[in-house]
């Protein structure tokens, strides 16, 4: 299995713009082949501090998702909403940050 921890900060107020956009990302990403969970949180106490955990059942599976329209259209979208955005992917034997 695969992990994914994607750290977003929205601009200050904008954090509900980020949730909203992310629901259709979310519905089409759970109904992928070899997705496993793939949930959205956010910090009760920094409403625009947002993060995505993810499971996935093979880095090809993820790699497939990473290509996938509804995630290039969130990730576009996101452009002059977030601050900061950071992703890490855990493997059984490393982790990257991309």
Same mark, same amino acid.
């Given at each position: 299995m695969v992990y994914v921890i994607a750290y %977003?900060? &929205?601009h200050a107020g904008k954090g509900d713009d980020v949730v &909203? %956009?992310? &629901?259709?990302?979310?519905? &089409?990403? $759970?109904?992928?082949?070899?997705c496993i969970s793939y949930d959205l949180y956010r910090k009760p106490a920094e409403r625009d501090s947002l993060v995505f955990v993810e499971t996935w059942k093979s880095r090809a599976a993820l790699d497939v998702h990473f290509a996938?329209?509804?995630?290039?259209?969130f990730k576009a979208a996101m452009a002059d909403l977030l601050v900061e955005a $950071?992703?890490?992917i855990v493997?059984?034997?490393?982790?990257?940050?991309?």
């Open positions: %977003l900060k &929205a &909203a %956009l992310a &629901a259709p990302l979310i519905d &089409a990403t $759970r109904k992928e082949e070899g996938e329209p509804h995630l290039t259209t $950071r992703v890490e493997h059984p034997e490393k982790i990257e940050v991309i």
